[in-house]
Every structure is written in structure tokens, then in C-alpha cells.
């Protein structure tokens, strides 16, 4: 991304936008992919097997039945799997460890069924809608963007894109406070 925005050629938004998507990816390389209040579907098949939906902690540790609390500092969630199979192997003899990261998301908006999902980090942004009863008769679906922190992040042609190429909330590093909507009204908030 910053290599995208350094040319003489590029744009001042391409270069922005560049400059910001190389800003993200330094977070989430700094900190990880999980934050206080995430959830994550442990399962463990060894001795003992081991079966929970366990919630990131303010301290950004899980627990997992008695064993010690264990850091996701750092952690992204296509590591998460490998992750734990390492720190789980310090305590369980071979363990063969699944894990499945969730979002909380509320729906609101031009969308049959607003409310509240938790919903797989893999889920396609498509499925989600589709998961709240999909878009009302009248939504714009070509207007939609995806906001963090009220900044406009994804632009409406992206998100159509992203839709048409069948992409998911992770593949879209999808985060807990971001916006999807049209115009004024929101279609999705995370």
C-alpha cells in the first residue's frame, strides 16, 4: 500500500486512500485482530476435549476451562487456529484445535430483519444481508459504505464490488464500531 501511493503518478485520493489502507495494516499488526468483548468457538479434541465459546477479556486474554489465561496480543484471526493449537499444546498432549472467530453486528436499516447477529468473521458481507432477510424493496445497494471511526472507509463502488466478488467482513477487515450503509441510513453497523 505504501509503495501503491509513493509514484509522482498517483492521485492525491488513490494516495490517501493507499496511505490509510498501509495504516490499518500496521495496527492490526501492532495489536491483532481481537479486541475486548470479541467472541471465539474453541473446540479441542484431546485429553481433556474441550468445547466453549469463550469471550476476549479486557486484558486481551482468553480462558479456556482451567487452563491458564492465554494473550491474543498481536494475533490475527487467519493465525488464530495455529495460535492456539501451540499454546494449547504447552498443557494438552496433541491437540487438535478448531477455532472460528465471530462478530457481534447489528443490523439496521433498509433491511427486512434489523437487529442484532453474531455471525462467523468469514461470513460474505452478501450473506449477512441476506442473514437479516436481505435488503428492503426500495434499498440502493450501490450506495453503500462502510465507515470507521465516522471516516468513510470503503466507498460505494468498492462495496459493490466487494458484494459482486463474494467478499468477506475478514477479507474486508471488518472491525467492531464500523458503519455499512446508504446516504443517511445504515444498512449495517458493526
Known amino acids: 500500500a505504501e509503495v501503491a501511493a509513493a ?3 498517483t492521485t492525491n485520493g488513490v494516495r490517501d486512500q493507499m496511505r490509510a489502507a498501509a495504516a490499518v495494516i ?3 499488526l501492532a495489536v491483532g485482530d481481537f479486541n475486548a468483548g470479541d467472541r471465539i ?3 479441542v479434541a484431546g485429553q481433556p476435549p474441550i468445547r466453549d465459546t469463550v469471550r476476549v477479556l479486557p486484558t486481551g486474554t482468553i480462558r479456556l476451562g ?4 492465554i494473550s491474543l496480543s498481536g494475533v490475527l484471526r487467519s493465525e488464530l487456529q495455529d495460535y492456539l493449537s501451540r499454546e494449547i499444546g504447552l498443557y494438552v498432549r496433541e491437540p487438535r484445535v478448531q477455532t472460528t472467530p465471530l462478530l457481534r453486528v447489528s443490523l439496521t436499516g433498509r433491511v427486512v430483519h434489523p437487529g ?4 462467523p468473521a468469514d461470513i460474505l ?3 449477512l444481508i441476506m442473514r437479516a432477510g436481505g435488503p428492503i424493496a426500495d434499498a440502493n445497494l450501490a450506495e453503500v459504505r462502510i465507515r470507521r471511526d465516522a471516516k468513510e472507509i470503503w466507498m460505494p463502488g468498492t462495496v459493490r464490488k466487494a458484494l459482486s466478488e463474494g467478499m468477506s467482513l475478514d477479507q474486508m477487515d471488518f472491525r467492531g464500531g464500523e458503519e ?3 446516504g443517511a441510513e445504515r444498512l449495517v453497523q458493526l
Open 7 to 9: 509514484p509522482a503518478t
Open 26 to 28: 500496521r495496527q492490526r
Open 41 to 43: 468457538v474453541v473446540e
Open 66 to 69: 482451567a487452563l491458564p489465561a
Open 116 to 119: 442484532f447477529y453474531t455471525v
Open 125 to 127: 458481507l452478501s450473506e
Open 180 to 182: 455499512v450503509g446508504g
